[in-house]
Each structure stands twice: as structure tokens, then as C-alpha cells.
């Protein structure tokens, strides 16, 4: 039997990587890996350490000896940062905010990338993240680059808090979008960048199902 190709969808905060790499998943049977959610991992527990965030070789240290997994339940992907259940966790503002900080160490990511590479080897996998196209994947058959304007993406943070009763301000979230942003489209190595050779979406005004359709049909394409 043919292998399953793997898909990489990348781009900038609240352009929907994550619901839309789950739906993808979902309707291919693919695996989904929630590359973001590992970065906040290690950002949570460097925060419980008390480990200064500049400090890459200490914090890569930290990395070493720690183990992350994303548990597939029907409820959705857990994550386990040393057998404990963080998936709420890990979405807290104080992660939010120096997530970009720890990701941006090259010791970090290079054991981050390999630990990923991993996970997708065999293939039939959905990865969304900042560098899956350009660095972490680069032979992936579909690559993706799903975008949206900063006040679209900043609206879907708000709605999204609102519904979850937790109190928001949008010019504060939107702040916050854009610094995290601009950060992770700087950084020296791997840094937030479309791959020459991924399809750029824009979802400003597209649904969460009308983008899963067109990366299904760019992946049935590409299988043939
Ligand atoms: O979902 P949201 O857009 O808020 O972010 P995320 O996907 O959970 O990623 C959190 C942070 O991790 C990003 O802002 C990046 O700093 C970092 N990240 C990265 O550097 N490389 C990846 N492949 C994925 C995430
Ligand atoms: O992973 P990323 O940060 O790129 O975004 P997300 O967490 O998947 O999406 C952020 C929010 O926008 C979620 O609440 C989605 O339901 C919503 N969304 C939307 O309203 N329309 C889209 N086309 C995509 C996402």
C-alpha cells in the first residue's frame, strides 16, 4: 500500500491552524500533531522551575528531561507534560505571552524538530505549527500557509474567550497577536515564513469547513 503523505499547515496566531488541522485529520483518518502545544509544554515548565526564559542551554537542559505527549482521546488531543494533564494549562496568559521567548532558542527547537519528525515518520499525519513547511518537513506533500487579517484573528480570540466566560479585550489581544507575531516571523533560526512552496490561504472571510475542504482536495490531488 501506498505511504500516507503528511500535511503542514503553518501560519501566524488565530488563523485557525489548529481547527481546521483537526478537521483535516478527522475526515482523512490522519494523525494530528498539535506542534504548538509542545512548545507551551516546555514553557509551562520552565515557568513551575523558575528558569530564566533567555537562558537556551538551560532551558534545553529542562527540554532533555522532560516528556510530552499528545494523547488522542474521542474528547479530543490531551497533553501530558510528565504523565500530568496540561491541556488547560498550557492556554493560560502567563504561557501565551513567553511561549514565543522559549521557542526561540535553537537548542529548544532542534530537539523540539526531532522529536516531531518522529511522530510524523510514518506518515499520514496533519502538523500545524510556524516552521512545519520550511524546516520541520520540507518534503511534505501538502504544505499550507493559512493567514487572516490581525483584526480577524484578534476577533476569533475574543469570541472564542467570550464563549469560555473569560473575561477579554480585544485591543489587548490584539496586541498581544501581533507581538507574538512578530517575534515568531523574526527569530534567527526556523522562524514563521509561507515555504516557497506552500499554497497560501486566506481565511479572513472563509468558514472553518470551507478551508478543511480545499486542503482535503489539495490532498487528494497531490495523491494521485
Ligand atoms: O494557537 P496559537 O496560534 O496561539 O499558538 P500555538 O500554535 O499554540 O503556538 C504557540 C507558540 O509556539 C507560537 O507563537 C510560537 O512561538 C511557537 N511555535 C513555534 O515556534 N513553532 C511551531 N512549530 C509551533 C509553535
Ligand atoms: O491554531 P490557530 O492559532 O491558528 O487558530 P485556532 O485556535 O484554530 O482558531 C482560533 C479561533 O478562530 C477558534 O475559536 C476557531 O473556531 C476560530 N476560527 C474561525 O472562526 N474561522 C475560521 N475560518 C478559523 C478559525
Known sequence: MKKKMNIAIDGPAG?????????VAEQLSYLYIDTGAMYRALTLAALREGIDLQDGPALTEILSKTTIHLQHEQSGVRVLLN????????????????VSLVSSHEGVRLEMVERQRK?????????????????????????VFLTASVD???RRRY????????PADFDQLKEEIARRDQL???????????????VEIDSTSLTIPEVA????????????
Do not use: C, H
Request: avoid cysteine; charged fraction near 40%; proline fraction near 2%.
Open 213 to 224: 475542504k480545499s486542503i482535503i482536495e489539495l490532498a487528494k490531488e497531490r495523491a494521485r
Open 152 to 154: 480577524e484573528r484578534a
Open 83 to 98: 504523565n500530568e494533564d496540561v491541556t488547560e494549562a498550557i492556554r493560560m496568559k502567563d504561557v501565551t505571552s513567553n
Open 184 to 198: 515568531d516571523s523574526t527569530r534567527e533560526f526556523a522562524p514563521l515564513k509561507k515555504a516557497d512552496d506552500a
Open 119 to 143: 511522530l510524523a515518520e510514518k506518515g499520514g499525519a496533519v502538523l500545524d505549527g510556524r516552521d512545519i513547511g520550511t524546516y520541520v518537513l520540507p518534503d511534505a506533500k501538502v504544505k
Open 159 to 166: 469570541e472564542e474567550q467570550r464563549k469560555k466566560g473569560i
Open 15 to 23: 488563523a485557525g491552524k489548529s481547527t481546521v488541522a483537526k478537521l
